[in-house]
């Protein structure tokens, strides 16, 4: 992966817990470009108010694997996510937290 292609490069791992119990992973790639602009640009869908978003002082965008919504800052990816539903992030966390332990009666499932 490079900051040039469609994949970019992954900068930051972090985990959540999805519905508080899930270990949910998000990565978040750097990328030398706008996304959303160049593939309307390529596809020739651009109106002419359109505008590429400016890279960040560090000449990168920052977005969520899966999602388009560029930050220019990677610590602006950070705290859009840590105000998610779903959050907060753990980054830099390698394996996903522990989850609560499911406890099942069996008793009353039979």
């Given amino acids: 992966m ?8 992954l900068v930051l791992v ?6 508080g119990a899930v270990p949910t992973r998000v990565e978040i790639v750097a990328r030398n470009y706008d996304v959303y602009y ?10 002419r108010r359109d505008q590429a978003v400016p890279l960040g ?3 990168r965008l920052y977005y969520f694997k899966g999602n388009l919504q560029p930050h220019r800052t990677l610590e602006a990816a950070q705290a ?11 980054w830099n966390v390698p394996e996903p937290p522990p989850a609560d332990p499911v406890i099942v009666d069996l008793a009353a499932a039979f």
Avoid: I, S
Avoid at 38 to 47: A, P
Avoid at 80 to 90: L, N
């Fill in 2 to 9: 490079a900051l040039n292609d469609h994949e970019g490069e």
């Fill in 14 to 19: 972090g985990w959540f817990l999805y519905d």
């Fill in 80 to 90: 859009w996510a840590d105000r998610q539903p779903w959050g907060p992030v753990d």
């Fill in 38 to 47: 160049q593939v309307n640009d390529d596809d020739d869908l651009l109106e």
């Fill in 57 to 59: 002082t560090d000449g």
